[in-house]
């Protein structure tokens, strides 16, 4: 799979960009501030519907202007697609796809896959759970477009359920008995939701762990094992843990179901929903040890590179049969790999082993401030992006 063309209008800084892409590796280079991480996100988004960068589709839209245009020609051995978004902050974004309208902008998750690398891959490690929680979710997407209806269902129910919890929590700090009758229903529909959530996330990171372990060891010659599991928030105490493997959905949500009765009160209290996926973790370990807050600044950069090349590897080759759950599943796929001015902010080693492991993959998309941080490994073709222009070099 790879990506022939690129059309943007009014997307970030960009009132009108177009790009002729092919395979191999394309590295834009120019000064900072000229937009080059504007067209790689645009090719991202179109993958994921979501940008690497912020989480409003707002600030995707040139100002001044009331949306954005972004269309990307695809293709995979014979076959092209065209898709066409047209990004509208506040309203519903709507798509195309070879110049056919789709009822839902999500309808277009699938056509194209990417694995993008960029600095703010360290958060994976050294931030806080959700953006561990949104790289599971990303990827389950482009494993299994119809997950993204299912994410999108869940935090509704969740924003649902919790205007609920505040409603009954100020009642109590009132003195007043709450209103809880419609608690039991938002109960079950997010334990449905959240159960194929959970399942998801538990098959993902056991599929990724052993990619993980091999890309780290690639990566870094630093002493320790890299090792990734999955903490569920209805592991405690009084409750068995999630089990890693042969649980169903529906064992699952029989447990989320318990896990949410038990802390009912609590939830009340607190006005808050304290039981289910939005309060997990990915646990990254080195060496037994929490790789947040022990490793180093280095080590902790080797361990998001692994997680990325874990997440390529995993869709390019799928997991043996591991995933069965994820309807929607190509194999064969190979994502499109942007390397979004990651070299910069690696050392001369990680920064040639990098660019060693994904020399090979069928489109690499790279962005740099100047030559030099294109490593050798990964001479092609390239584009000068400044002052508005984009030219062949």
């Known amino acids: 799979m790879h990506v022939t063309a690129l059309s943007v209008t009014d ?24 937009g080059k991480t504007n067209l790689v996100e645009a090719v991202g988004y179109v993958a994921t519907l979501g940008s690497h960068r912020v989480a409003s589709d707002a600030a995707l839209v040139r100002a001044g ?53 960029a600095p703010e891959d360290l958060a994976l490690v050294k931030g806080d759970p959700d953006g561990r929680r949104r790289f599971l979710d990303e990827l389950a997407v482009q494993v299994s477009p119809r ?4 994410l999108a269902d869940h935090e509704r129910v969740l924003r649902q359920r919790g205007a609920l919890l505040k409603s009954a929590a100020a009642a109590r700090r009132g003195r007043h008995e709450p209103d809880l009758r419609t608690l039991d229903v938002w109960d079950a529909r997010l334990a449905e939701l959240g159960a194929q ?7 993902l990171a056991r599929a990724l762990a052993p990619h993980v372990r091999e890309a780290y060891a690639q990566v870094s010659d630093a002493p320790g094992e890299a090792v990734l599991t999955y903490r569920s928030s209805v592991a405690d105490d009084d409750a068995p843990r999630v089990p890693h493997e042969g649980a169903s959905v529906a064992e699952l949500t029989e447990l989320l179901m318990a896990g949410m009765a038990r802390s009912r009160d609590k939830e009340i209290d607190r006005g808050v929903t304290l039981v289910g996926p ?5 646990v990254l370990e080195l060496a037994g040890l929490p790789a947040k807050g022990y490793a180093s600044h280095g080590e902790s950069w080797s361990f998001a590179l692994a997680l990325r090349l874990a997440s390529f590897h995993l869709l390019t080759d799928g997991a043996d049969g591991d995933l069965p759950a ?3 599943w190509d194999e064969g796929s190979e994502p499109v790999l942007i390397l979004d001015d990651v070299f910069a902010e690696l050392d001369t080693r990680r920064r040639a082993r990098l660019a060693t492991l994904v ?34 070099v």
Not at 147 to 150: L, Q, R
Not at 197 to 203: E, G, I, Q
């Open 11 to 34: 997307f970030r800084s960009w009132p009108q960009a177009d790009l002729v892409l092919t395979p191999g590796v394309t590295a834009l280079v120019g000064p900072n501030g000229q």
């Open 65 to 117: 202007t009331e949306r954005a245009i972004v269309r990307l020609r695809a293709a995979r051995e014979e076959r092209s697609t065209l898709v066409e978004l047209e990004i509208n902050p506040g309203r519903a974004n709507r798509a195309q796809v070879n110049r056919a309208p789709v009822r839902r902008a999500r309808d277009v998750l699938g056509i194209l896959r990417t694995v993008l690398f």
């Open 147 to 150: 997950m993204a209806g299912v």
């Open 197 to 203: 959530v959970l399942a998801m996330r538990v098959a």
């Open 278 to 282: 939005h309060r997990d973790d990915l």
């Open 326 to 328: 994820m309807a929607g």
């Open 359 to 392: 020399a090979d993959a069928e489109q690499v998309l790279v962005t740099a401030a100047v030559p030099e941080d294109v490593p050798e490994q990964l001479q092609g073709s390239r584009l000068s992006v400044m002052d508005g222009r984009i030219d062949a």
